[in-house]
């Protein structure tokens, strides 16, 4: 059976621990395809080109914008993110489920072009923790742990976008929630509301004595 | 923490095995609860009032529904069917996912009381499988086998109602999907949208300098 995968967006606070959990989840499962996404920042240390981002200059993303090869794009913090088109479509033709770990504007515009798209927020326990694990990274200063607070509480308004909030308490818990969610979506009345009608055709040319 | 319980309807054709699922999925995990249905039939040979009906008489059963101790209600062939309320809503406040296997007169009402419900549909793979399995019980008649594929059709003709589509093919494949749907529910923004606020408000009296 030839299923089309389900496409996830994963945003969250941060420090909501996204990066370790879709780390875990590709490990577990292998139904799973992670998206890179494309940037103008620089890397921070260890991060490496085609593994964390594709990092690009400016005049390439915007390249790459005009020839429509992104499924969204956004700026933040004077630098463009962005999905490529290529990958994502062709992993869920394939029948791998996509993760993009973008946030939420990237989010609403992929709601927007892909109206299957799963949107799932993670958020640690509660706030304490939450500014425990934004100070607790000791790379960031104040003013930086300040602006992330701040950003947390804008991503919070955009709540109601989301389907699903999972809860990322206990790292292996969190993560069967994530792929529980993938997995139920693949189950969507739509994606199996032809097989229900083929069966009633059957049953029906049956009774009508077509068929033995 | 206290989460009320998921309310899960199971629906779907007469021979997919709807019976040896939620035992199936009673054995292997311990969130469910069965509700057991209200019915003025008689038992068939093997049924125990209590475990697989309760059996009562039209004037019990009328009764009932005039103390609104119902939650739905329906008749079917010339007798009522009806789910009773008391259980179903002491389980949910529990914490427990109610399981009610009705069919899609009763899970419409369903959906209108409990918008939160959560209504699946079961069926085989196909109709010449599901013929296979309707003519194989080898305990009716040629014409209950054929009111029962006539039945089927008029179910499908409610397939747009329901959330999800589970195909039972292989038992525990379809055992784990229906958890996976029951687990993603529990994960619903609506569940966890209360506490994203607080988290919010939270990190604000912290950028606000009111704590620490």
Request: glycine letters at 8%.
């Amino acid at each position: 059976m030839n299923r089309t995968g389900v496409l996830i967006v994963i945003s969250g606070f941060s420090g909501a621990g996204k990066g370790t959990l879709m780390k875990r989840l590709m490990e577990c499962y292998d139904n799973y395809a992670l998206s890179i996404s494309m940037t103008t920042r620089a890397p921070r240390p260890g991060e490496e080109n085609g593994v964390h981002y594709f990092f690009v200059d400016k005049e390439t993303f915007e390249k790459t914008i005009a020839e429509d090869g992104l499924i969204e794009y956004a700026s933040y913090c004077g630098n463009y993110y962005g999905t490529p088109r290529a990958y994502v479509e062709n992993c869920l033709s394939e029948g791998k489920d996509v993760i993009l770990e973008i946030e939420i504007q990237g989010a609403c515009k992929i709601r927007e072009k892909y109206p299957d798209a799963v949107l799932v927020f993670v958020t640690p326990p509660d706030g304490a923790e939450l500014e425990k694990r934004l100070s607790g990274r000791g790379t960031e200063t104040d003013e930086v742990i300040r602006t992330r607070l701040q950003r947390a509480i804008e991503e919070a308004e955009g709540i109601e976008n989301y389907d699903y909030i999972v809860v990322n308490d206990e790292l292996d818990r969190c993560m069967e929630d994530i792929h529980a969610i993938v997995r139920a979506a693949g189950c969507r009345m739509k994606e199996s509301v032809s097989r229900i009608e083929s069966i009633s055709d059957e049953l029906s040319s049956y009774l009508k004595g077509e068929k033995e």
